[in-house]
C-alpha cells in the first residue's frame, strides 16, 4: 500500500470509529434527548449510518484492490481526489465541488478587485 493509500486508510479508519461512536451515543443516550425530537434523532441516526455503510465500503474496497475505481465507468479516480472525498464512489461525486469552485471564483475575483479599488482609492 503506497503512503497515500495508506494515509487514506488511516483516515477512514479514523472516520469509522467517529461515526460508531456516535451512533452508540445517539442510540444510547435517546431517552435524553436533550432538547432534540424523535424525528430530529432518527434523521441524525440515519444519516451518520448512511455515513458509517460508505466508510466500510470504501474500506473493505481498500482490502479487495478496487479502491479508487469509479463504480460507473470502471475508470481509475487519482488518489489525490479520493483524498478530498474517501468515500467517493464514482467521478461524479466530484461535480458538485467542481461546478462550486467554476461559480464562485468569478465571484471572488470580482468582490476582491472591487475591494481593492475601495482600499486603494
Known amino acids: 500500500m503506497n503512503d497515500q493509500l495508506a494515509a487514506i486508510h488511516t ?7 467517529e461515526l460508531e461512536a456516535r451512533l452508540f451515543e445517539y442510540s444510547f443516550f435517546q431517552q ?9 434523532q432518527a434523521t441524525l441516526m440515519y444519516h451518520v ?6 466508510v466500510l465500503l470504501a474500506l473493505s474496497k481498500i ?6 475505481i469509479c463504480e460507473e465507468t470502471n ?7 479520493m ?14 465541488h467542481a461546478q462550486y469552485e467554476k461559480k464562485t471564483l468569478p465571484i471572488w ?12 482609492s
Request: charged fraction near 25%.
Open 109 to 120: 475575483a470580482e468582490t476582491d478587485e472591487t475591494f481593492n479599488r475601495a482600499l486603494y
Open 11 to 17: 483516515e477512514l479508519l479514523q472516520m469509522k470509529e
Open 49 to 54: 449510518k448512511e455515513e458509517l455503510q460508505d
Open 63 to 68: 482490502e479487495n484492490g478496487t479502491y479508487g
Open 83 to 96: 483524498a478530498i472525498l474517501p468515500t467517493a464512489r464514482t467521478a461524479n461525486d466530484f461535480l458538485y
Open 32 to 40: 435524553d434527548s436533550q432538547g432534540i425530537n424523535s424525528y430530529q
Open 75 to 81: 475508470q481509475a479516480i487519482p488518489l489525490a481526489k
